[in-house]
């Protein structure tokens, strides 16, 4: 699952609820990877929502603070894992390497469901734009051909997103608007779990069925 911002129960996300619900592990233990030190209102607020509404505590670790033996011994009974905070680049550093202990792929096989917020979910991408002034870096590429813009209505309104889109071959940029939920399946399967649906700007390459 990815969204720009850090979804509710309430009013932006009404469907978020149901459908964790649906597919948690009521007997697991639900945790959040924070990238940095801050833990803000709205990072409380939800995690206090994830405790009321699956009767468990939230296991909060710090990313940088996190030995891999730690993760062998928790990531085994965890129902849940948010990713948040931090910057793209720092994703990007702790997921990339192919030695790293925290890898995407041991996250969904080992706990079914991963939520990435903001940034973490910028870097899933294949490129990210960091900054107006400088050129898209490349991505984590979890997400083959796109740019995600967290919090972004209009991906073509971002500078740099119309030429990086053009230059690459069936590329596109996922703009996720505050209340924007996407979730995806092992097998293809994609899913709008908000209220609001993201917003998708197709490059260069992409042809309409016309049958």
């Not at 894992?81 to 720092?90: E, P, R, Y």
């Not at 990339?96 to 202990?101: D, I």
């Not at 590429?141 to 071959?169: F, N, T």
């Amino acid at each position: 699952m990815i969204s720009g911002s850090l979804p509710t129960f309430g009013s932006e996300s009404p469907q978020l609820a149901e459908r964790l619900l649906e597919r948690v592990d009521l007997s697991a233990t639900p945790m959040c990877l924070l990238m940095g030190k801050i833990v803000s209102k709205d990072l409380r607020l939800f995690l206090d929502d994830v405790e009321t509404l699956l009767d468990a505590p939230v296991a909060l670790v710090l990313v940088q603070n996190f030995a891999e033996l730690e993760y062998e011994e928790v990531c085994a009974t965890m129902g849940l894992i948010l990713l948040t905070g931090g910057q793209a680049q720092d994703w990007i550093q702790a997921l990339e390497l192919s030695e790293s202990y925290l890898r995407l792929e041991r996250m969904l096989e080992e706990c079914g469901l991963v939520l990435a917020t903001g940034p973490a979910a910028s870097a899933l991408g294949s490129w990210v734009i960091t900054d107006i002034e400088e050129k898209p870096i490349p991505g984590l590429g979890w997400l083959h051909g796109a740019v995600v813009l967290p919090e972004v209505q209009d991906p073509m309104a971002v500078p740099g997103v119309k030429r990086l889109i053009s230059q690459h071959e069936l590329s596109y940029a996922l703009g996720i608007p505050p209340g924007a939920i996407l979730a995806l399946g092992p097998n293809g399967e994609v899913e709008v779990w908000g209220e609001t649906p993201p917003v998708i700007a197709l490059g260069r390459g992409w042809v309409a069925d016309e049958r």
